[in-house]
Every structure is written in C-alpha cells, then in structure tokens.
C-alpha cells in the first residue's frame, strides 16, 4: 500500500511569508508526528496527533508555528512569519497507534529554504 | 528534557572493517530504536531493544541496549559500501502525555570506501 507522503517535496519562499506543508499519512494510522531536521542533523519532535488531538505541543519552536489534523487523516504544518533558521527539512511518521510497540513510519520530507 | 548523545559524529572507513556507534543519555527510555535514512528519504526503522541488556542480530548488525535502559551500541562487521548512510538512535519516552514521542540523537554519518 502507499506510505506517508508530503508536500510539496521542495519550497523556496521569502523571509517573512507564510508557509503550509501537507502531510497525508498511512490510512488507518491513528498518530501522526512531526519533527524536523536540520542538515546532516538528528530529528527534532514538533508535535503529536492522536487522532485529531495534540496531546505534547511543546516541541513547537515558538508561536510562528502550528498544526492541525483532520480527524486520522491529513495533517498540516504551518509556519507564519518564516525566518532563515526555520530551513529545514520537516518529516512526518505516523503509526497504526500511539506508543512504542508501533513503528513509526516517515514520509520522503519536505526540504523548505527560506531566502 | 532527555537528551540522546551518539557518537562518533563521522565514520569513514574502508570496505570490510568493523565499526561501533554509541548512543548515551543520562535518562531512561521505554525502549531504544535505531534508524537508517539515505538523502532524500526519511528514516527507515532498522531494529527496537526493549529489554535491559537485550541483543539484537540483524545479518551483520549487532544492537545492544545497556542494562539501565540509558545507552545503546550499534555494532556492524565487516562493512560494505552499501552501510553508508546516517545512522539514527532514538529513544522512546516511558510515559505521560509523551508517550511514544521519540528523542532523536544527532546521528553518525557512514562513508564506507571501496
């Protein structure tokens, strides 16, 4: 079946625009997280869905940043105000449940460079 | 915070020796996992220790998790240019509202020469 996947796989946008990224996971895994990754770096934990609620938010870099998930579906990540330390590449994993007996599955990655 | 120290940074060596990667905190963790991601792509899930002191064999990978459930090793013999790639430990959270959330190291990037 389809893995995770992410859009768009690339962007390029201005210092101070807004930016949204997509995220649709396996079908049937009820989590969903986010983390991003800075160049040649480890993964660093955004955010959390169970469902369509964020139980752990404090991985959020600051107020710029935000996400919302349509019931166990889609997710997106939305970065207002963007600045130059906000390049990166962000991945989403999701898993057939919360916990870590369950495999957390990653998407291919949105790389966003702010210009 | 719990935080995951894996060393060394860089690795290149050449085709046929053998190499460790560590993986170290200070926290304790509901299980230890190790990742493989290529350019490109995300991490791909390589093995999950579990248990205090458990060994795990994956062909010419071996993962170890330390008895107190704080650091892990990943040991590959006689490596082959196919290993290169950054190699990823992450540490699961034992519980509360981040359970599952999982604690990245900064990775090991792997050059293995012909």
């Known amino acids: 079946g389809a893995g995770v996947s992410q859009s768009p796989s690339n962007k390029v946008t201005e210092k101070g625009k807004d930016v949204e990224l997509r995220c649709d996971p396996i079908?049937?895994?009820?989590?969903l997280y986010w983390y991003r990754q800075r160049l040649g770096q480890g993964l660093e934990f955004l955010i959390y869905?169970?469902?369509?609620?964020?139980?752990?938010k404090s991985g959020l870099p600051s107020d710029r940043f935000s996400a919302e998930r349509t019931g166990e579906s889609v997710s997106t990540l939305t970065i207002q105000r963007t600045q130059q330390e906000d390049s990166a590449v962000y991945l989403c994993?999701?898993?057939?449940?919360?916990?870590?007996?369950?495999?957390?599955?990653f998407g291919p990655g949105t790389r966003l460079t702010v210009t | 915070t719990q935080l995951l120290e894996q060393s060394p940074q860089f690795l290149s060596i050449q085709e046929g020796e053998n190499l460790t990667v560590y993986c170290n905190s200070s926290?304790?963790?509901?299980?230890l996992q190790w990742y493989r991601q290529e350019p490109g792509e995300g991490p791909v899930l390589l093995v999950t220790?579990?248990?205090?002191?458990e060994v795990k064999k994956l062909k010419r990978l071996t993962f170890q998790f330390g008895d107190a459930r704080k650091d892990s090793s990943l040991h590959i013999t006689a490596a082959q240019p196919g290993d290169t790639g950054l190699y990823l430990c992450?540490?699961?959270?034992?519980?509360?509202?981040?359970?599952?959330?999982?604690?990245f190291g900064q990775g090991t990037i792997l050059t293995v020469h012909p």
């Open positions: 079908s049937g895994h009820t989590a």
């Open positions: 220790v579990v248990t205090g002191g």
């Open positions: 992450a540490g699961a959270q034992p519980g509360g509202t981040s359970y599952g959330k999982l604690t």
């Open positions: 994993a999701s898993s057939l449940s919360l916990g870590r007996d369950y495999e957390q599955y």
């Open positions: 869905f169970q469902g369509n609620s964020a139980p752990d």
């Open positions: 926290s304790v963790f509901s299980s």
